[in-house]
């Protein structure tokens, strides 16, 4: 609209607060491409491929494994989300990004307890539990 009332890149840059450089590549697309091909967009702008229910509905499903105290990872989130959206993705920041926006973070077992005692102290003890018992 800003464009056809005679307005330049700058104008409409200042006015949207969006970089000029962005504010001229969606024109020049709109000129392309016409309104029909941004109506047509299922869920909106940044290529989303789930609505937000949707997202909430894919994640509870992991929340539930998780609760259950079932390891949940990466792999098997990125294949699940590739096979529901039909994509197949080479980078998994899509997924990450949307279990961010969901509050989940990255959680990995540890190899050991971080208070573990060590071998010396462990055999001592195993010594001195086997000196009281005979």
Request: aromatic letters at 8%.
């Amino acid at each position: 609209m800003l464009r056809y009332e005679s307005k330049t890149d700058t104008e409409i840059a200042y006015d949207t607060k969006y970089n000029r450089k962005w504010v001229s590549r969606l024109c020049a697309e709109f000129k392309s491409v016409g309104l029909l091909q941004y109506t047509k967009r299922k869920y909106g702008g940044n290529n989303t491929n789930m609505s937000r229910e949707e997202e909430v509905a894919f994640v509870e499903s992991f929340n539930k494994q998780a609760e259950l105290g079932e390891l949940v990872t990466m792999a098997a989130i990125a294949a699940a989300y590739d096979e529901k959206t039909g994509k197949s993705r080479e980078s998994k920041s899509t997924v990450y990004k949307l279990l961010h926006r969901h509050k989940w973070r990255k959680l990995k077992p540890r190899r050991q307890h971080p208070k573990k005692a060590s071998e010396a102290e462990m055999d001592a003890s195993k010594k001195l539990t086997n000196a009281t018992t005979n």
